[in-house]
Protein backbone atom coordinates (compact mmCIF):
# COMPACT_ATOMS: atom_id res chain seq x y z
CA UNK A 1 0.00 0.00 0.00
CA UNK A 2 1.16 3.56 -0.43
CA UNK A 3 0.92 6.48 1.76
CA UNK A 4 1.89 10.25 1.72
CA UNK A 5 2.19 12.11 4.97
CA UNK A 6 1.64 15.99 5.38
CA UNK A 7 3.30 16.61 8.75
CA UNK A 8 1.82 20.38 8.39
CA UNK A 9 -1.77 20.68 8.46
CA UNK A 10 -1.12 25.37 8.61
CA UNK A 11 1.37 26.80 7.42
CA UNK A 12 2.13 31.07 6.46
CA UNK A 13 4.37 33.02 4.99
CA UNK A 14 4.92 36.73 4.44
CA UNK A 15 4.10 38.14 1.00
CA UNK A 16 7.37 38.22 -0.91
CA UNK A 17 8.73 35.79 1.42
CA UNK A 18 10.14 31.82 0.94
CA UNK A 19 8.43 28.95 2.71
CA UNK A 20 8.54 25.24 2.42
CA UNK A 21 5.76 22.85 2.69
CA UNK A 22 6.89 19.06 3.64
CA UNK A 23 5.78 15.42 2.20
CA UNK A 24 7.22 12.26 2.84
CA UNK A 25 5.94 8.92 1.22
CA UNK A 26 6.07 5.51 1.70
CA UNK A 27 5.84 3.39 -1.47
CA UNK A 28 7.73 -0.52 -2.57
CA UNK A 29 7.34 0.54 -6.18
CA UNK A 30 10.71 1.58 -8.01
CA UNK A 31 8.96 3.77 -10.70
CA UNK A 32 6.21 6.72 -9.66
CA UNK A 33 5.54 9.94 -10.16
CA UNK A 34 5.35 12.23 -7.34
CA UNK A 35 2.84 16.17 -7.69
CA UNK A 36 2.33 18.66 -5.79
CA UNK A 37 -1.98 19.89 -6.51
CA UNK A 38 -3.16 23.24 -5.24
CA UNK A 39 -6.95 24.03 -4.37
CA UNK A 40 -8.18 26.95 -4.04
CA UNK A 41 -11.25 28.06 -2.28
CA UNK A 42 -12.64 27.30 -5.53
CA UNK A 43 -11.87 23.71 -4.84
CA UNK A 44 -10.54 23.16 -8.43
CA UNK A 45 -7.33 21.31 -8.35
CA UNK A 46 -4.65 22.55 -10.08
CA UNK A 47 -1.46 21.15 -10.79
CA UNK A 48 1.48 22.81 -9.54
CA UNK A 49 4.57 20.82 -10.16
CA UNK A 50 5.22 16.71 -10.53
CA UNK A 51 8.60 14.75 -10.40
CA UNK A 52 9.60 11.31 -12.17
CA UNK A 53 11.14 9.43 -9.62
CA UNK A 54 13.90 7.96 -12.08
CA UNK A 55 14.93 11.78 -12.25
CA UNK A 56 17.47 13.01 -9.75
CA UNK A 57 17.15 16.49 -10.97
CA UNK A 58 14.66 18.45 -8.94
CA UNK A 59 11.82 19.99 -10.96
CA UNK A 60 11.17 23.67 -11.05
CA UNK A 61 7.98 25.93 -12.30
CA UNK A 62 8.87 28.93 -11.86
CA UNK A 63 8.58 30.26 -8.43
CA UNK A 64 7.89 26.72 -7.51
CA UNK A 65 10.48 24.12 -6.70
CA UNK A 66 10.89 20.23 -5.32
CA UNK A 67 13.71 19.21 -3.17
CA UNK A 68 13.00 14.80 -4.14
CA UNK A 69 15.31 12.82 -1.52
CA UNK A 70 14.64 9.33 -2.93
CA UNK A 71 16.13 7.68 -0.26
CA UNK A 72 14.56 9.47 2.56
CA UNK A 73 11.47 9.32 0.68
CA UNK A 74 10.89 12.66 1.15
CA UNK A 75 9.44 15.44 -1.39
CA UNK A 76 9.02 19.30 -0.40
CA UNK A 77 7.85 22.05 -1.90
CA UNK A 78 9.21 24.87 -2.18
CA UNK A 79 7.67 28.48 -3.22
CA UNK A 80 9.67 31.33 -3.47
CA UNK A 81 8.94 35.19 -3.06
CA UNK A 82 5.56 34.40 -2.05
CA UNK A 83 2.09 35.74 -3.84
CA UNK A 84 -1.03 36.56 -1.99
CA UNK A 85 -2.65 34.23 -4.87
CA UNK A 86 -0.73 31.38 -3.15
CA UNK A 87 -3.00 31.21 -0.49
CA UNK A 88 -4.46 27.73 -1.04
CA UNK A 89 -4.72 24.29 0.39
CA UNK A 90 -1.91 22.12 -1.00
CA UNK A 91 -2.02 18.52 -1.25
CA UNK A 92 0.96 16.18 -1.83
CA UNK A 93 0.45 13.19 -4.07
CA UNK A 94 1.72 10.28 -5.56
CA UNK A 95 0.94 7.76 -8.90
CA UNK A 96 1.80 4.80 -11.18
CA UNK A 97 1.66 4.30 -14.43
CA UNK A 98 -2.10 4.37 -15.18
CA UNK A 99 -3.27 4.08 -11.75
CA UNK A 100 -5.34 5.96 -8.85
CA UNK A 101 -3.04 8.97 -7.29
CA UNK A 102 -2.58 8.95 -2.97
CA UNK A 103 -2.91 12.41 -1.89
CA UNK A 104 -1.49 13.40 1.38
CA UNK A 105 -4.22 15.43 3.93
CA UNK A 106 -2.78 18.54 2.78
CA UNK A 107 -1.51 21.64 4.15
CA UNK A 108 -3.32 25.20 4.58
CA UNK A 109 -1.28 28.12 3.39
CA UNK A 110 -1.42 31.70 4.49
CA UNK A 111 0.14 34.23 2.85
CA UNK A 112 0.14 37.45 4.86
CA UNK A 113 0.35 40.99 3.39
CA UNK B 1 -9.35 21.86 -25.65
CA UNK B 2 -11.89 22.11 -22.81
CA UNK B 3 -10.40 20.50 -19.58
CA UNK B 4 -12.74 17.82 -17.71
CA UNK B 5 -16.32 19.21 -17.51
CA UNK B 6 -18.51 17.54 -13.99
CA UNK B 7 -21.99 17.93 -13.67
CA UNK B 8 -23.80 19.26 -11.81
CA UNK B 9 -21.77 21.43 -9.41
CA UNK B 10 -23.75 21.25 -6.61
CA UNK B 11 -26.61 18.89 -6.20
CA UNK B 12 -28.84 18.56 -3.11
CA UNK B 13 -30.27 15.38 -2.32
CA UNK B 14 -32.69 14.06 0.84
CA UNK B 15 -31.61 10.68 2.89
CA UNK B 16 -32.61 7.57 0.77
CA UNK B 17 -33.10 9.75 -2.90
CA UNK B 18 -30.58 8.65 -5.35
CA UNK B 19 -27.40 10.92 -6.54
CA UNK B 20 -26.13 10.85 -10.35
CA UNK B 21 -22.56 12.50 -11.05
CA UNK B 22 -21.15 13.04 -14.44
CA UNK B 23 -18.00 13.30 -15.67
CA UNK B 24 -16.57 13.99 -19.26
CA UNK B 25 -13.14 13.62 -19.93
CA UNK B 26 -10.59 16.05 -21.90
CA UNK B 27 -10.73 15.03 -25.46
CA UNK B 28 -8.43 12.29 -26.51
CA UNK B 29 -8.95 10.76 -22.80
CA UNK B 30 -9.56 7.22 -22.12
CA UNK B 31 -9.21 7.03 -18.34
CA UNK B 32 -11.47 8.42 -15.97
CA UNK B 33 -10.90 8.22 -12.18
CA UNK B 34 -13.41 9.53 -9.41
CA UNK B 35 -11.88 10.49 -5.83
CA UNK B 36 -14.21 11.37 -2.77
CA UNK B 37 -13.01 14.52 -0.48
CA UNK B 38 -14.69 14.82 2.98
CA UNK B 39 -14.52 18.22 4.50
CA UNK B 40 -10.59 19.43 5.69
CA UNK B 41 -9.49 16.18 4.71
CA UNK B 42 -7.65 14.83 1.15
CA UNK B 43 -8.63 13.78 -1.52
CA UNK B 44 -9.49 9.64 -1.27
CA UNK B 45 -9.42 7.08 -4.58
CA UNK B 46 -13.13 5.47 -5.78
CA UNK B 47 -12.85 4.16 -9.02
CA UNK B 48 -10.80 3.77 -12.17
CA UNK B 49 -12.70 3.03 -15.42
CA UNK B 50 -11.99 2.65 -18.93
CA UNK B 51 -14.25 2.42 -21.93
CA UNK B 52 -16.68 0.16 -20.60
CA UNK B 53 -14.51 -1.39 -18.46
CA UNK B 54 -13.67 -1.06 -14.53
CA UNK B 55 -10.05 -1.14 -13.77
CA UNK B 56 -9.73 -0.95 -9.98
CA UNK B 57 -12.86 -0.34 -7.78
CA UNK B 58 -10.93 -0.83 -4.71
CA UNK B 59 -11.57 2.45 -2.96
CA UNK B 60 -15.69 2.24 -3.99
CA UNK B 61 -17.97 1.32 -0.85
CA UNK B 62 -19.71 -2.34 -1.65
CA UNK B 63 -23.04 -0.80 -1.02
CA UNK B 64 -24.87 1.59 -3.02
CA UNK B 65 -21.92 3.18 -5.00
CA UNK B 66 -21.83 2.05 -8.50
CA UNK B 67 -19.71 3.78 -11.79
CA UNK B 68 -19.75 3.65 -15.46
CA UNK B 69 -17.79 4.74 -18.52
CA UNK B 70 -19.62 3.78 -21.04
CA UNK B 71 -18.82 4.01 -24.94
CA UNK B 72 -20.52 7.09 -25.47
CA UNK B 73 -21.56 9.62 -23.25
CA UNK B 74 -20.14 10.42 -19.80
CA UNK B 75 -18.90 8.43 -16.54
CA UNK B 76 -21.36 8.16 -13.92
CA UNK B 77 -20.45 7.87 -10.68
CA UNK B 78 -24.43 6.39 -9.09
CA UNK B 79 -25.27 6.73 -5.52
CA UNK B 80 -28.35 5.22 -4.35
CA UNK B 81 -30.09 5.65 -0.84
CA UNK B 82 -27.80 8.87 0.06
CA UNK B 83 -27.06 9.48 3.64
CA UNK B 84 -25.84 12.41 5.15
CA UNK B 85 -22.32 10.71 5.55
CA UNK B 86 -22.56 11.10 1.67
CA UNK B 87 -22.21 14.48 1.27
CA UNK B 88 -18.65 15.34 0.11
CA UNK B 89 -17.24 16.69 -2.89
CA UNK B 90 -16.71 14.49 -5.13
CA UNK B 91 -14.01 14.97 -8.46
CA UNK B 92 -13.34 13.23 -11.63
CA UNK B 93 -9.91 13.31 -13.30
CA UNK B 94 -8.96 12.18 -16.59
CA UNK B 95 -5.40 11.38 -18.24
CA UNK B 96 -4.06 10.22 -21.66
CA UNK B 97 -4.35 7.11 -23.29
CA UNK B 98 -0.17 6.17 -22.92
CA UNK B 99 2.92 7.49 -22.50
CA UNK B 100 4.90 9.21 -20.35
CA UNK B 101 1.86 11.37 -19.86
CA UNK B 102 -0.40 8.59 -18.46
CA UNK B 103 1.05 9.35 -15.06
CA UNK B 104 -0.82 12.50 -14.87
CA UNK B 105 -4.41 13.51 -14.36
CA UNK B 106 -6.33 16.27 -15.13
CA UNK B 107 -9.11 16.79 -12.65
CA UNK B 108 -12.26 18.31 -13.07
CA UNK B 109 -13.92 21.06 -11.36
CA UNK B 110 -16.10 18.94 -8.95
CA UNK B 111 -19.37 17.91 -7.55
CA UNK B 112 -20.70 19.17 -4.00
CA UNK B 113 -22.86 16.00 -2.92
CA UNK B 114 -24.86 17.75 0.02
CA UNK B 115 -27.42 15.22 2.14
CA UNK B 116 -30.07 16.46 3.51
Known amino acids: AQTVTQSQPEMSVQEAETVTLSCTYD???????LFWYKQPPSRQMILVIR??????QNATENRFSVNFQKAAKSFSLKISDSQLGDAAMYFC??????????FGGGTRLMVKP | NAGVMQNPRHLVRRRGQEARLRCSPM?????VYWYRQLPEEGLKFMVY????????ESGMPKERFSAEFPKEGPSILRIQQVVRGDSAAYFC??????????????FGPGTRLTVT
Open chain 2, 93 to 106: ASSPNSGDSSYEQY
Open chain 1, 27 to 33: TSESDYY
Open chain 1, 51 to 56: QEAYKQ
Open chain 1, 93 to 102: AMGNAGNMLT
Open chain 2, 27 to 31: KGHSH
Open chain 2, 49 to 56: LQKENIID
